[in-house]
Nanobody, 126 residues
Framework: QVLLVESGGGLVQAGGSLRLSCAAPKRTFSTDIMGWFRQAPGKEREFVAA???????????ASVKGRFTISRDSRDNAQNTVYLQMNSLKPEDTAVYYC????????????????WGQGTQVTVSS
């Protein structure tokens, strides 16, 4: 079973920064697109950002564009790592953040992704 491992969540004050990491084992699967989604209590899972490992192209939700940056690191022979740098955090960014990989369709739809991590909690206090 593919396992995406997220880390980096935590509690931060509004205006602060956090960096999330997601490690995906290379030997298990190869995927071009990796993304981040988030889910707040009582809300549906929503798209945050995605990146193409091949082209380096990036995609962002309007609510995070200009504040969040997605990047990747494929230098490790064993794994691909995707980062989400989150700056100028707001209380409305509070959610469980999930790493996802290998979408079969549009990158903004959670239902198209084949692999998911366990999630990491991000809490932004006002």
């Amino acid at each position: 079973q593919v396992l995406l491992v997220e880390s980096g969540g935590g509690l931060v004050q509004a205006g602060g920064s956090l960096r999330l990491s997601c490690a995906a084992p290379k030997r298990t699967f190869s995927t071009d697109i990796m993304g981040w989604f988030r889910q707040a209590p009582g809300k549906e899972r929503e798209f945050v950002a995605a990146i193409s490992r091949g082209s380096g192209g990036t995609y962002y939700a309007a609510s995070v564009k200009g504040r969040f940056t997605i990047s990747r690191d494929s230098r490790d022979n064993a794994q691909n790592t995707v980062y989400l740098q989150m700056n100028s955090l707001k209380p409305e960014d509070t959610a469980v953040y999930y790493c996802a990989a290998d979408p079969s369709g549009a990158v903004v739809y959670a239902t198209t992704y084949r692999y998911w991590g366990q999630g990491t909690q991000v809490t932004v206090s006002s």
